[in-house]
């Protein structure tokens, strides 16, 4: 062996040995205590709360900012179907903020003595003896198999199309908590409820009027005296009954 190739041999095993002393300094750097998690931020949350979804998380305060797999803890809390997405971010030294995209509850289907929790697009949420938030309740609706999570399948699809598009206005016109009861059996004489006020509202042609014209009407009309109000015609009729 030439005495340059025994030189460069016995330099490069201080190289190496530098390197190997770098790198336990980095691993022991960011195993310190330093960046142990001390707060576990949840934002973007509504029907689901912070401590539900910090119960699908792989680890908790105390454990280090850097030792979770983040792909696994997104899955994990996607399980609950009132997620539709999130985004998991180290903040250093030590917090992990978990940002939530929930689906959105826009309404009520009875179902065998319980009720299916519904989004804007007919998407089962969940199911509940109760319901919990001032939102309508739509009946009408016919199907045999529901499965959380999926779009609920219906066998008179018209009316299911009326329910997403009538649940899309009732948000735009915020009126999700005055319609407490809608009535789809016949969609060519659709029957909205708010306090004990039966709402006539046809079809669903012109039914951006046809809302214009209620929201008018309910700033002046006493909803806890039955009554009626009629949409159907090109001006709102309202009346009570005494």
Avoid: W
């Avoid at 709360?49 to 699908?56: P, R």
């Avoid at 709402?199 to 006493?222: H, P, Q, Y």
């Amino acid at each position: 062996m030439s005495r340059n190739h025994k030189k460069k041999k016995s330099a490069a095993v201080p190289v190496a040995f530098c390197c190997l002393v770098i790198l336990a300094a980095i691993i022991t750097l960011f195993m310190m205590p330093f960046f142990s998690i001390t707060e576990i931020r949840v934002t973007g949350n509504d029907s689901v709360t912070a401590d539900q979804i910090k119960s699908y998380l792989t680890f908790k305060e105390g454990d280090n900012v850097f030792l979770f797999n983040k792909s696994k803890c997104k899955n994990t809390i996607l399980d609950n179907h009132y997620i539709e997405s999130v985004n998991i971010n180290r903040i250093l030294p030590s917090t992990v903020e978990i940002t939530v995209n929930e689906y959105k509850l826009r309404g009520y289907v009875p179902y065998s003595g319980s009720y299916l929790f519904i989004d804007g697009e007919g998407r089962v949420l969940d199911v509940q003896k109760e319901t919990t938030k001032s939102l309508p309740v739509v009946e009408g609706l016919k199907f045999s198999n529901v499965t959380v999570g999926e779009i609920l399948q219906v066998d008179n699809p018209s009316a299911f199309e009326t329910m997403v598009h009538l649940s899309k206005l009732f948000e735009k016109y915020e009126l999700l908590s005055d319609v407490i009861r809608v009535d789809l059996t016949d969609v060519s004489d659709i029957h909205l409820y708010t306090g004990n006020v039966d709402i006539n509202f046809g079809s669903f042609d012109d039914a951006n009027r046809k809302l214009l014209m209620l929201i008018e009407v309910l700033k002046t009309f006493d909803t806890s005296v039955p009554g009626t109000i009629n949409l159907t015609a090109d001006k709102a009729t309202y009346k009570y009954m005494l």
